[in-house]
């Protein structure tokens, strides 16, 4: 199983970038999938956003109404569209994959990428 992120990259605060997780040996869509981060000199944190197997999406507050995850099932691949990023927003950012969304939500999963690093800086 293994997950690979991409999309990572240096923006200016305000701006977009979108992140992939592409998944091979297992199909995305029977697992969720959940993104965690982990800032500069800072202990890793929590799910900040998941999508379960049937799609449904859920967020945290520091991310909600400025993330937003999708999916390409056909190319087992998962989206998370980031808008209006802030320089609090640079981290290192892995996605993470679990048989069970209630684990995802509580921040436990079995699989997680190598991460990707986004930094939001003028």
């Known amino acids: 199983v293994q997950l690979v992120e991409s999309g990572g990259g240096l923006v200016q605060p305000g701006g977009s970038l979108r992140l992939s997780c592409t998944a091979s040996?297992?199909?995305?869509?029977?697992?969720?999938i959940g993104w965690i981060r982990q800032a500069p000199g800072k202990e890793r944190e929590g799910v900040i956003c998941?999508?379960?197997?049937?799609?449904?999406?859920d967020y945290t507050d520091s991310v909600k109404g400025r993330f937003t995850l999708s999916r390409d099932i056909a190319k087992n691949t998962i989206y998370l569209q980031m808008n209006n990023l802030r320089p609090e927003d640079t981290a290192l950012y892995y996605c993470?994959?679990?048989?069970?969304?209630?684990?995802?939500?509580?921040?436990?999963?079995?699989?997680r990428g190598q991460g990707t690093q986004v930094t939001v800086s003028s």
């Open positions: 998941f999508i379960n197997y049937d799609g449904d999406t």
């Open positions: 040996e297992f199909s995305l869509d029977d697992y969720a």
């Open positions: 993470v994959a679990d048989l069970f969304w209630e684990r995802v939500r509580r921040s436990q999963y079995d699989y």
